[in-house]
T-cell receptor
């Protein structure tokens, strides 16, 4: 799996968009970008994944740069319940995930 | 999204005893499940990969005779911590992979405390 780099922490005001960056400059052509989040004392929750096109679902949007070396997870209207550790993972289908330290997002009232 | 359950959600046991943790995919079949461990203030670390009907594959440094994994059906994998010691106290999390291999869904975790 390609290594990913994320900022250790970020703050976001409630109701504003939270933009979480991830660097995966060594990603290979068949590796997808996955985003999960972990709220304290719970298992990771799947958010979204993509290969090269931008993706959107009911939780978030994923913007992947054209060269695929970085991506941004966007939570369009952050709420206090979005406070969590967010993990960006680059992996092939069917492979185990390698978790880094992630980004601790704090949504502030 | 798909649902994965774990049982029990927390367990306290005495040193030297064995503890079994179940991981179930409730609404999909999973030929592959993964077992992770997470110590306080650390990230998830993969322990082993569990394939239905075959032996599990363990990560380097994980003792296969201590952490017994059984994946007897497409919806159930179990992790048994044998002869548990206080240093085995941790948060154990499983994930189940969709049949296409496209993604993994995680269970809520099991917190183990060995006294």
């Amino acid at each position: 799996d390609a290594k990913t780099t994320q900022p250790p922490s970020m703050d976001c005001a409630e109701g504003r968009a939270a933009n979480l960056p991830c660097n995966h400059s060594t990603i290979s052509g068949n590796e997808y970008v996955y985003w999960y989040r972990q709220i304290h004392s719970q298992g990771p929750q799947y958010i979204i994944h993509g290969l090269k096109n931008n993706e959107t679902n009911e939780m978030a949007s994923l913007i992947i740069t054209e060269d695929r070396k970085s991506s941004t997870l966007i939570l369009p209207h952050a709420t206090l319940r979005d406070t969590a550790v967010y993990y960006c993972i680059a992996s092939n289908y069917g492979q185990n995930f390698v978790f880094g330290p992630g980004t601790r997002l704090s949504v502030l009232p | 999204g798909a649902v994965v359950s774990q049982h029990p959600s927390w367990v306290i046991c005495k040193s030297g005893t064995s503890v079994k943790i179940e991981c179930r995919s409730l609404d999909f079949q999973a030929t592959t499940m993964f077992w992770y461990r997470q110590f306080p203030k650390q990230s998830l670390m993969l322990m082993a990969t569990s394939n239905e009907g075959s032996k599990a594959t363990y990560e380097q440094g994980v003792e296969k005779d201590k952490f017994l994994i059984n994946h007897a059906s497409l919806t159930l994998s179990t992790l048994t911590v044998t002869s548990a010691h206080p240093e085995d106290s941790s948060f154990y999390i499983c994930s189940a992979e969709t049949r296409s291999g496209e993604t993994q869904y995680f269970g809520p975790g099991t917190r183990l405390l060995v006294l």
